[in-house]
């Protein structure tokens, strides 16, 4: 059973880092597909970065580019975000995502750029972490 823990969460001030860690389990290889997506209160979940493992592309919201950094340890099983220049419109429950589908080759970049739901592309969900960012 596929399990995927968020941490790294928090609340910083205006212009802080964070750096987010998802940590995958119960499967044996590597997801095609891995994104974080982040939901505000009274907003819809919406994509934050993604990456696909067969190119290693990489695929970012407008609102986090040249300021959030998408990675992950196959080794380690691990999906990672870095989070600079954090602003206030930042803070959300931040959550991990993962998928086995080959076709998300296709559906990856559609999500990140909000043009498809996050649940039509991907199957396994973290639980969450919290970020808050003050000003």
């Known amino acids: 059973q596929v399990q995927l823990v968020e941490s790294g969460g928090g609340s910083v001030q205006a212009g802080g880092s964070l750096r987010l860690s998802c940590a995958a389990s119960g499967y044996a290889r590597s997801a095609s597909c891995m994104g974080w997506f982040r939901q505000a209160p009274g907003k819809e979940r919406e994509g934050v970065a993604g990456v696909y493992s067969g190119s290693g592309g990489k695929y970012y919201a407008d609102s986090v580019k040249g300021r959030f950094t998408i990675s992950q340890d196959n080794a380690k099983k691990t999906l990672y975000l870095q989070m600079n220049s954090l602003v206030p419109e930042d803070t959300a429950m931040y959550y991990c995502?993962?998928?086995?589908?080959?076709?998300?080759?296709?559906?990856?970049?559609?999500?990140?750029?909000?043009?498809?739901?996050?649940?039509?592309?991907?199957?396994?969900w973290g639980q969450g972490t919290q970020v808050t960012v003050s000003s």
């Open positions: 995502a993962a998928d086995f589908r080959a076709n998300c080759l296709f559906t990856l970049p559609k999500v990140i750029a909000g043009a498809l739901a996050p649940d039509r592309a991907f199957a396994y």
